[in-house]
């Protein structure tokens, strides 16, 4: 094989190496909700993306909305000032983790969300 061939076959390795690694490093991850819950001064105060389907939601006026996320891990309720999503849809849910505390033998923890990313192909849709 010619130089020219062997630089050739490098150089397309390269980028084909950088663009796997830009990619999966661009990605969008999720937390569990499990690790959230179980740990959640680690978080408290940091943003954090969750992803589940959407089990129940409540809105008292439009003054305080809210909806449960449940992965396969757990459930977590996120605090919203926008639309509350469908039930059964599954959406993506950036936030930030802002109170952490226990009633009894109860752990409550705050999600404040601050942007929410409904799927496509969504059961409830």
Known sequence: MSRNVIIAIVVVMIIAIGGGAWYYSSRVRHAEIEKILSNPREYEGKVVTIEGEVTDRTAFFVVVKFFKVKDKTGE????TRRTLPAIKSVVRVKGRIDEVFA???QKFVVFIEESIDEK??????
């Not at 496509?120 to 849709?125: E, F, I, L, R, Y």
Request: glycine share 24%; no cysteine; aromatic share 0%.
């Open 103 to 105: 009633v009894g033998d």
């Open 120 to 125: 496509a192909g969504n059961k409830g849709s």
């Open 76 to 79: 977590i309720t996120v605090v």
